[in-house]
């Protein structure tokens, strides 16, 4: 969990290659279907380009589809999803059907001052960052990181992210790791706290 440009999809990414597990980020699923202009992805698309959230219905048939398939048996990680309280709840009840309760919610703290530049440099930046190589591509080409766009979105998740927070606080699986650090010392951070919740 975190704001847009915590560093979610960095660190998520690094986490699966270390565990083995696969990397689900609803985002990256979202702007797959968009680019093969499937139906579900060009309405998703419609939402992000605006900054606003993919509605949960939406959000929740396409994760339900992604865990459903056999890499999944090993454990995932989720990436941005869940992202409202309504998607954590639902999350709960579909991994509970399945008798697989999560085992850490990992949530990456970064300013606003912080999250913004991010954002900004991943606009102009080229389309491999330097920085981050192992992200690929770094979306420079992304509608949603034009700067009006990251205000609608800094402000759409402000209170969405605070209610995840306590959700997960309340089940007793949180962590709060500094975002703010090195990517490398904000991964170390995450084993640290995964090996506190395993
Ligand atoms: P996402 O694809 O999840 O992307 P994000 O929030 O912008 O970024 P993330 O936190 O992953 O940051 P990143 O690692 O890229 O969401 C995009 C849109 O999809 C949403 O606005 C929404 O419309 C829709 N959506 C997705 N899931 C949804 C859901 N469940 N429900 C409804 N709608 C949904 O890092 C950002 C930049 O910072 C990168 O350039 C990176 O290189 C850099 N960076 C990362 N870590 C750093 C560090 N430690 N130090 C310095 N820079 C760092």
Redesign the pocket.
Known sequence: M???????????ERTAATYQIPHI????I??SLAQSKSPIGLE?QT??DK??????GL?NKI?WDRLGEKDTVKGFVL??????LS?AEALEVYLQSKGVPLDAALY?AVGKQ?LRK??E??LH?PSV?P??PE?GE??SS?V??QSEVVER?LK??ESEVEALLHFYQGLGIVSIVD?????DI?FAKIQESLQFHS
């Not at 975190?2 to 998520?12: H, Y």
């Open positions: 975190g704001m847009p440009g915590s560093g979610k999809g960095t660190q998520a980020s609803t985002g990256d979202f702007r998703a939402y992000m900054g606003n959230l993919v509605p949960d959000v994760l990436d941005g999803y869940p992202r409202t998607q990456l912080e991010r954002l440099k991943r930046s960052s920085d981050f992200r770094s979306h992304r949603d990181d979105r759409v998740s975002g703010e650090k090195e990517p904000v």
